[in-house]
C-alpha cells in the first residue's frame, strides 16, 4: 500500500501554526513511508473563503517548503463529482430527500429541548415517498439507527460512537450545493487517501464519515487526530499566545526550519532530542509517537532554537534572510558591507532577523545623531583624548581587518592605562549611534576605514560642542 495523506485547509483566514503543525505531520508520515502527500483546498464556505486566504495558504507552506506531490486541489471546482455521488447515494438507497422547512427544525429542536433531549433531526422524511409542491428539498444520508460505529484512531485509540446519536447528515443544501461532510468523504475517497491526520477538532465529524463511506463501498482511511495546542498558561490558543499567520513568523524574523523543528516538539518527541534537522524528521517521525495530549507553547523554546539556526546556517542563506528583513524596514543595502559578512558578525548574539536587521541599519545609514542615554554615559569631554590617540593609530594601521583593529584597541587602552571597554564602548556609540553592535573590531571592518574615520570625528566634534 503506499501511503496517502492530504493536508486540507479551509481559506477562511490565514494558515495558523496548529494549521502548520498538521500539514507538518501530514507531510512528514507521507515523506517516512515514500508516499504521497496531497494539497486540498476545502473552500466549499464561499462567504467566507477569499483568495487572499487561499493565497497565505499557499505563500505559508511554500515558506515551510513543504511541497504537496499533487494539488492544490479546490473542492469548488469539484461540485459536478459531489453531485453525481450524490445520486448514487440516493438510488441505492442510502440518502433521501428532506423537504422540513427551517421553521420545523426549529420546532422539532426546541421541542427535544424541552424534553432536555439532544437536539438532532429525527428522520421525519426517511421513509418519505412523495415531493412536497413547491418546496426544493435538501439531500440527507441515511445514517445507521443501530449499533456502533468505531474510530480506531492512531492518536487516541479506540473512540466508539453509538449510531443512534448520529442524525441523518445534509449532504447536498437545497440550492444545490455539496456539505463540507460529504465533499471531504468523496475527495478521500477519488484521492485514495489512506491516512487521514487532522485536528481534534474533527472526530466528531469521523463516525459520520466513515458511514458514508462504508456505504459507498470504500474501504475507509486510518484516522490519526492531533490534540489541540494551547497557549503558554494552559488556555485555549489564540492571538495573545501567538495564534497568528505562519508568514508573521517570518515578518518577526524566525527560520522556517526553527519553526517546523519547533513544531514537530508540539506533541511529538524521540527521546530527549530538541533539535531535529528535516532529513531526520522524516527518518524519525511515525504519527503512533504523536501524544494524545494538547501541547502548550513555549515561545523562549522557538526563540533558542531560531537562535541556534542562525549560529549554525549556512552563510549565503542566512545573508539573503537578512536582505529580505532589511529592505522590510526600508534599508537599501545595494552599497555596504556584505550580507554574509553582516551575519557572521552578528549571528553568535542575535535572536531574530528582524532584531539583526534592526542592528544592522547604521551600516547603511549615516549616524545622524546618538542615543541620549549612550552618548551621555560615554561620549564626555574626558573621553575625547583617548579617541583622538586611537584615531592616530587607526589612520597608520596598514591592513583594516578585525585582528589589526582588535590589536590597536588593546595596545592604546594599554598605552592610556585605560581598561578595554573604556575606550570601545565610545568607539561603539561613535561609529553606530547607540550603544550595541556587533563585536567593535568586527564592526570597524565591516563599515571600512573612511566611514569608521568619518564618524569617529564626528563624534569627537560632538564632545567638543557639548563642553
Avoid at 113 to 138: F, S
Avoid at 331 to 343: A, I, Q, R, T
Amino acid at each position: 500500500m503506499t501511503v496517502r495523506t492530504r493536508f486540507a485547509p479551509s481559506p477562511t483566514g490565514y494558515l495558523h501554526i496548529g494549521g502548520a503543525r498538521t500539514a507538518l505531520f501530514c507531510w512528514l508520515y507521507s515523506r517516512h513511508h515514500g508516499g504521497t502527500f496531497i494539497l486540498r483546498i476545502e473552500d466549499t464556505d464561499r462567504e467566507r473563503s477569499t483568495d487572499a486566504a487561499v493565497q497565505a495558504i499557499l505563500d505559508g507552506m511554500a515558506w515551510l517548503d513543504l511541497k504537496a506531490d499533487e494539488g492544490p486541489f479546490y473542492q469548488t471546482q469539484r461540485f459536478d463529482r459531489y453531485r453525481e455521488v450524490a445520486q448514487q447515494l440516493l438510488k441505492d438507497d442510502h440518502a433521501y430527500h428532506c423537504y422540513c422547512s427551517k421553521e420545523e427544525l426549529d420546532s422539532m429542536r426546541a421541542e427535544q429541548m424541552a424534553r432536555k433531549e439532544k437536539p438532532r433531526y429525527d428522520g421525519r422524511c426517511r421513509n418519505r415517498t412523495e415531493p412536497k409542491p413547491g418546496v426544493t428539498p435538501v439531500i440527507r444520508f441515511k445514517n445507521p439507527q443501530e449499533g456502533q460505529t468505531v474510530v480506531d484512531d492512531a492518536v487516541k485509540g479506540r473512540v466508539v460512537f453509538d449510531n443512534h446519536e448520529l442524525d441523518d447528515l445534509i449532504i447536498v443544501r437545497s440550492d444545490g450545493n455539496p456539505t463540507y461532510n460529504f465533499c471531504v468523504v468523496v475527495d478521500d475517497m477519488d484521492m485514495r487517501i489512506t491516512h487521514v491526520i487532522r485536528g481534534d477538532d474533527h472526530l466528531n465529524n469521523t463516525p459520520r464519515q466513515l458511514n458514508i463511506l462504508k456505504a459507498l463501498g470504500v474501504t475507509p482511511p486510518q484516522y490519526a487526530h492531533l490534540p489541540m495546542i494551547l497557549g503558554p498558561d494552559g488556555t485555549k490558543l489564540s492571538k495573545r499566545h501567538g495564534a497568528v499567520s505562519v508568514m508573521q513568523y517570518r515578518e518577526d524574523g524566525f527560520l522556517p526550519e526553527a519553526v517546523l523543528n519547533y513544531l514537530v516538539r508540539l506533541g511529538w518527541s524521540h527521546g530527549d532530542q530538541e533539535v531535529f534537522s528535516r532529513e531526520e524528521m522524516v527518518q524519525l517521525f511515525d504519527i503512533k509517537d504523536v501524544n494524545a495530549s494538547a501541547s502548550a507553547i513555549n515561545p523562549q523554546k522557538l526563540l533558542w532554537l531560531n537562535q541556534h539556526y542562525i549560529k549554525t546556517g549556512d552563510l549565503k542563506r542566512l545573508g539573503e534572510e537578512l536582505g529580505w528583513h532589511l529592505t522590510r524596514i526600508g534599508v537599501d543595502f545595494s552599497k555596504g558591507p556584505s550580507l554574509e559578512g553582516l551575519v557572521k558578525a552578528q549571528q553568535e548574539r542575535a535572536k531574530t532577523f528582524k532584531e539583526m536587521a534592526e542592528g544592522s541599519r547604521f551600516f547603511f545609514e549615516e549616524v545622524k545623531g546618538y542615543d541620549p542615554q549612550a552618548a551621555a554615559k560615554n561620549l564626555t569631554p574626558d573621553v575625547a583624548p583617548g579617541l583622538m590617540t586611537l584615531r592616530e593609530k587607526l589612520v597608520a594601521l596598514p591592513d583594516w581587518t578585525a585582528p589589526a583593529l582588535h590589536d590597536a584597541l588593546n595596545s592604546t587602552a594599554e598605552s592610556l592605562g585605560l581598561k578595554l571597554g573604556k575606550l570601545a564602548q565610545p568607539l561603539r556609540v561613535a561609529v553606530s549611534g547607540g550603544g550595541v553592535s556587533p563585536p567593535i573590531d568586527a564592526t570597524l571592518e565591516l563599515l571600512g576605514r573612511e566611514t569608521s574615520l568619518k564618524r569617529l570625528d564626528r563624534a569627537v566634534e560632538y564632545i567638543k560642542s557639548q563642553a
